[in-house]
């Protein structure tokens, strides 16, 4: 069963996704959403770097960002002190500016417009994507991009057909603000944690638990209310141990999580079990793969990510594993791609940079075992 619990009052106002009372995702409902990834602004082209083939620009007073030339979207290059509209592609973090675009996405439950684009594709997760694409090449506005999503292939024609509608609309809204504004200025937030859950979430959540009524309004879910949401599953104390660097699994094995500045990299070990049956391999790794694919979610995790699994003696486990991963990671929100085993036997995989990593705690060695609350 999935839930919804939103803490309104007491504490810091957040969100928090389960599903069968285990942590899928925590949002803050105040987060800064003009930084979050998809505020689109009208900046002012700034600083060229020629070595790296990109230029700053400016977003606010004394906040840059940083465009890369081939996120130009066919337009032509701008001179230092011109006005263009771009979207933060990924937010800063780390002591890096934001990773800008000028290769608008407009998403929406069943569809994704690119104003600027010239292309029809749809999702990798599509049940059938010949038929879809030929429906985004139907819908797809002249002269722009279209992305249909996997939710489209559940969604009536005139449904999709009046959300890409909508946000043609939107879109010369934007140009709109921009013609009549003075750059740099704030054109469009980004979406709040509940409208992207809203929008992208695949299976919706069966009800809502929340100290404010009014924090529900307009979800279209049964609400329940609770003095004080986070503490029916111990939304914190799970929080707290999957941010760790040490993660126990239901089984006793564990993983170590290590974020480098290249990529993040986690080891899966048997723990106190120091058998090493072929069929125990199996197992661990096997909970492990899903585990990851929930703490990568949890915890934002993007970029690179390494896995080393316990080694396993043939191809087929190795295969089973991998399997087991891709299928954990298709209830993700965000995109991923498992690229399968090194040759050094590491697990290659990415997952797309679209949120600002949650920051992780410093891990006590001392950390109690158990990591389920339910």
């Known amino acids: 069963m ?14 928090a996704l389960l599903e ?5 995702e925590y949002a803050p409902l105040q987060e800064d959403s003009a930084v979050a990834s998809g505020a689109v602004y009208l900046g002012r082209a700034g600083r ?7 230029m700053f620009v400016r977003l606010a007073p004394g906040v840059e960002g940083f465009l890369p030339f081939n996120e130009l979207a066919g337009m032509d290059r701008p001179a230092p002190g011109d006005s263009l509209i771009v979207q933060i592609k990924r937010p800063a973090q780390g002591g890096k500016s934001a990773y800008l675009t000028c290769d608008i996405a407009l ?15 749809v999702s990798r997760r599509a049940r059938d994507p010949a038929a879809l694409r030929a429906l985004a090449r139907r819908l797809c506005p002249p002269g722009m991009g279209l992305v249909l999503r996997a939710r489209a292939e559940q969604l009536p024609l005139e449904e999709l057909a009046a959300e890409i509608a909508s946000q043609q609309a939107y879109w010369e809204e934007l140009r709109s603000r921009a013609r009549a504004g003075a750059a740099p200025m704030l054109l469009a937030p980004a979406p709040g944690a509940l409208q992207r859950l809203q929008r992208d979430e695949r299976v919706p959540p069966e009800r809502i638990v929340t ?3 009014q924090a529900a309004a307009g979800l279209g879910l049964p609400v329940q209310l609770h003095p004080d949401p986070f503490s029916l599953y111990g939304v914190e104390r799970q929080l707290r ?28 070990n048997s723990g106190s079990d120091s058998r090493r049956a072929d069929d125990l391999t199996l197992r661990v790794n096997l909970e492990a793969a899903g585990e990851i694919a929930r703490l990568l979610r949890l915890r934002r995790a993007g970029g690179i990510i390494l896995i080393d ?8 486990q190795r295969d089973a594993v991998q399997a087991a991963l891709a299928e954990a990671l298709r209830e993700d929100r965000v995109s991923s791609e498992v690229l399968g085993f090194t040759r050094l036997g590491l697990m290659e995989m990415t997952r797309r940079k679209a949120e600002a990593a949650l920051e992780v705690p ?8 158990d990591i389920g609350d339910a």
């Open 20 to 24: 069968n009372r285990r942590l899928l």
């Open 2 to 15: 999935k839930e919804l619990l939103i803490r309104a009052r007491g504490g810091t106002p957040a969100l």
């Open 48 to 54: 060229v770097m020629k070595g790296l083939g990109a």
């Open 309 to 316: 699994f316990i080694d396993m003696p043939g191809q087929d």
């Open 211 to 213: 100290d404010d009524e």
């Open 362 to 369: 410093l891990e006590r060695e001392e950390e109690e075992q």
């Open 107 to 121: 998403p929406g439950r069943g569809a994704m417009l690119l104003p600027r684009g010239n292309y029809a594709h």
């Open 241 to 268: 141990r999957a941010l760790g660097r040490r993660v126990f699994l239901p089984s006793g094995g564990f993983l170590v999580l290590d974020q480098c500045e290249a990529a993040l990299l986690i080891d899966v």
